[in-house]
């Protein structure tokens, strides 16, 4: 069994159902199985992809990647998203690092492709769409007549099928290997997660070259046989427009968004009442953030994992998220949690030690990346980097990354915290904090502040905001005002580069 099989199942026994909708057009689950099955037969048949090869796309979001992906689980091929926020060099980079012998681009990006390819003379380039161009091929004219089978035998969950390519911030990025059976137990999990049904509608708007998009809700999406609403990139007023018109049941959104959300006309006055819930995680969440759909009565879910976990490890339910307020959560259904201390003892309750994650769901290894391997995964553990701790009522919360944690003085100071402070001044849009070499102390926390564009919020009310409000060893020592917060593709404040920062200017 392969996780092809999951649309083969829901097109007999519910073929005229949309599975994905896009653009104005709504596909239904039986061409998405016939498009899986013509798109296999052409891998295999015309560009003779065998099992175990790698095949990268270079696109926005649209079916065309979903239908390679379930392709590929047929044939056991694996198939490598690439981020196109990347520069043409990163993408060589990851291109040469998985062996990729083929890849497809969408016509966006095919300009940006033409230096690659005389780096990469054995790789296969696939147009999706545009004019037909010497050096390449046309996935249009590969899929037309294709015959012949649509399958490799005996592919099943064992057989790896992603290579997630990490963000990079402290280097070269690492390829998460993802095998089918981390696909399907995240599924599972994704589905107690958001009592996924048949009947839900979901929207899709995140990137899917990364877990977040691709695997919080979409491929589950498809396991529960529910439709998916299918977004090219994030755009504030084509998801308002969806929430009115569509009427989605699911969505994920992400802090870094709501600045440019509730800023649109119209969008505080929507009526949101499809919606059984909103995920959210990928960062330590605003207080605000929560409040302000809890306000609205709709629960705000936090959940909380990695590449590497596929990525659902840990999470809140709807039941629970009004209760639960500020945690991330519980272990999601197939996954075992662990908070250990630096010698891997057990952490006692509220204790914060590094979090722990073991699940099917977890990657098999870093591909060509033995010793970033042994790191991580250890006796069967995932040792995700990050710092959290388990709570009295059982739910856990989320800290800091451990290389973000500032020590200053010998007192262990946790920017989230901070963080939370300055976001609920009136005068401040974004806000950051990480630590600054100081030779009585060892670090200082600085506050990295975007202001609003018609203020004048200087460094001393800044600091006096903290009056009161935390104990004086957490207040930061200084300030930094800039334009914009650093992020990555999934919208992470890039905190390395703020660090560089905070310690050349102040």
Known sequence: MNIGGWIEKWAAATPDKTAIRFEGTDISYREFDLQIKKYARMLKQRLDIQTGDRVAYLGQNQPQMLILLFACARLGTILVPLNWRLAPAEHLQILKDCGAGTLFVDDLYRPQCESLRS????????????????????????????????????????????????????????????????????????????????????LTCLPMFHVGGLNVQTTPGFHAGATVILHRVFNPEKILNCIIHDRPTQVIILPAHMPALEALPGWNTADFSSLHSVVTGSTAIPDTMIAYWHGKGIPLIQLYGASETCPIAIHQHASNTFATEGSIGFPALYCDIRIVDDAGRDCAVDIPGEILIRGGNVMSHYWNNEAATLEVMRNGWYYSGDVGYKGSTGCYYFLERKNDIIISGGENIYPAEIENVLLVHPEIIEAAVVGREDARWGEVAVAVVVKRDDCDLTREQVLDWFEGKLGRYKHPRDVLFIEALPRNEMRKIMKPMLRKLVNKYL
């Open 119 to 202: 780096e990469l003379r054995g790789c296969q380039f696939v147009a999706l769409a545009g004019e037909n161009k010497p050096g390449w091929l046309s996935l249009d004219e590969l899929v037309q007549g294709v015959q012949g089978d649509d399958y490799h035998p005996g592919i099943g969950l064992e057989d790896p099928l992603l290579i997630i390519y990490t963000s990079g911030t402290t280097g070269f990025p690492k390829g998460a290997v993802l095998k089918q059976q981390a696909i399907q137990v995240n599924a599972v999990n994704s589905t107690a997660m958001h009592d996924m049904t048949s009947q839900d509608i979901i």
